[in-house]
């Protein structure tokens, strides 16, 4: 399911029905291969959307755990390889 989200988040352009069919080898029923892909879907329009718009995480999430600002985002990007944790 990872490897599927990685794909459709960096390369939405290169899926097929391969990608499809293995997580259906993985267990998945047809209903959540739909959730799965929706689910990645609204996350990447989502951050794209705030991304295109300058958006900047809320003063009351600062610091929380699990957050990151996007200074911290662009260097640990920028710090692994183009690569890492693909999967795909």
């Not at 960096?10 to 739909?34: K, N, S």
Request: glycine share 12%; with cysteine.
């Amino acid at each position: 399911m990872l490897d599927y989200a990685v794909k459709l988040t960096r390369d939405p352009g290169a899926m097929g029905t391969g990608d499809v069919d293995r997580l259906r080898d993985a267990g998945f029923d047809d209903r959540a291969v739909l959730d799965i892909c929706q689910v990645v879907s609204y996350y990447n329009y989502v951050n794209r959307l705030a991304d295109g718009l300058g958006v900047e995480l809320e003063k009351e999430w600062e610091g929380a755990p699990h957050t990151l600002t996007r200074k911290e985002f662009d260097a640990g990007r920028r710090a692994r390889p183009n690569n890492a944790g693909d999967g795909a």
